[in-house]
């Protein structure tokens, strides 16, 4: 499950038990099983925190009256899937020709395509 906290309780949750366990943001990131970034999103409140992270942080759940909402693993998933129109479109492999060869070399050579237009 991924917890919802009110504005800035999640950040201020992770800053506590940062501070009282006295651990650099790594050492906290190692100690919880995650990377630094998944931390840093998790501090700026942009990703829902996990709900064992939390346990593990909140033992004493003091912060348990600031959770607005408890969403499964996949939410994101799932509301994406509801957007989609189940269609995919078919990417089809262009034939071999002369024209494809100079694209080709273009792109490995210098990554750069474009048409010029002259005007008479």
Do not use: C
């Not at 034939?95 to 792109?107: D, I, K, P, Q, T």
């Amino acid at each position: 499950m991924r917890l919802k906290f009110f504005k800035g309780k999640q950040k201020e949750l992770i800053r506590n038990f940062k501070e009282e366990q006295n651990l650099t943001w790594k050492q906290l990131a190692n100690i919880i099983g995650i990377k630094e970034g998944r931390l840093k999103a998790y501090i700026e409140e942009t990703s829902l925190i996990d709900e064992t992270i939390y346990n593990f942080l909140d033992k004493k759940k003091d912060y348990q009256k600031f959770i607005i909402e408890k969403k499964t693993d996949y939410w994101g998933k799932v509301k994406g899937g509801l957007k989609s129109k189940g269609k995919t479109k078919e990417i089809r492999e262009p034939e071999n020709s002369e024209e494809l060869a100079e694209f080709y070399g273009a792109m490995l050579g210098d990554g750069n395509s474009h048409r010029t237009i002259l005007s008479t």
